[in-house]
């Protein structure tokens, strides 16, 4: 089992292009989600999907656009980057969206936005 | 006010040192409590989660204090392998994690 991937591993935008971070996870989860961590801060929700066909905002969703393609798949699209999107983005996988359900995190998407 | 605070460190400390950490929470409807891992440049890991009870996993030991809001993480014989960034985590409802920023730890032979 590979858990959960993610492409690219680096990308390097210029300010207003756009891209597409792609995530899958193999373990049949339910609920997916979509963080950014920054230095000297904690990681961050973007957005999450606690079922196939239903995403919700989290914490910072503005600027991101999110697509639950299927039950595997959750991609996360940045439409105009802003050099404020540089970060470190990380997807995660969950088998149901309750409270004690562990997070399994994927390796991680390095942005820089020129 | 940040939801949840943690000393960022680093903690230095030699092998076979014991090793806390604390972490503080602000908002009195948290409902779970987490430690996780994270290795230089690698994703988070569950460490363990936290009970109000206290619970033990080998040579970790987490404790809740919900009156006073703070979660701990003691790390007894430390070893080289230890060295990375612990994130304390809490969730308020269904499965939104909030995170610190992390507490530093680099165990030096």
């Known amino acids: 089992n590979a858990g959960v991937t993610q492409t690219p591993k680096f990308q390097v935008l210029k300010t207003g292009q756009s891209m597409t971070l792609q995530c899958a996870q193999d373990m049949n989860h339910n609920s997916m989600y979509w963080y950014r961590q920054d230095p000297g801060m904690g990681l961050r929700l973007i957005y999450y999907s606690a079922s196939e066909g239903t995403t919700d905002k989290g914490e910072v969703p503005n600027g991101y656009n999110v697509s639950r393609l299927n039950k595997r798949e959750f991609s996360l699209r940045l439409e105009s980057a802003a050099p404020s999107q540089t970060s470190v983005y990380f997807c995660a996988s969950s088998a149901l969206a309750g409270a004690l359900e562990t997070q399994y995190f994927g390796p991680g998407t390095r942005l820089l936005v020129l | 006010r940040k939801e949840v605070e943690q000393d960022p460190g680093p903690f230095n400390v030699p092998e076979g040192a014991t090793v806390a950490f604390n972490c503080t929470y602000s908002?009195?409807?948290?409902?779970?409590f987490f430690w996780y891992r994270q290795d230089c440049r690698k994703e988070p890991k569950l460490l363990m989660s936290v009970y109000s009870s206290g619970n033990e996993d080998g040579r970790f030991t987490a404790q809740l204090n919900r009156a006073s809001q703070y979660i701990s993480l003691l790390i007894r014989d430390s070893k080289l392998s230890d060295s990375a960034t612990y994130l304390c985590v809490v969730t308020l409802y269904g499965n939104k994690l909030v995170f610190g920023a992390g507490t530093i730890l680099r165990v030096k032979s």
């Open positions: 908002n009195s409807a948290s409902q779970s």
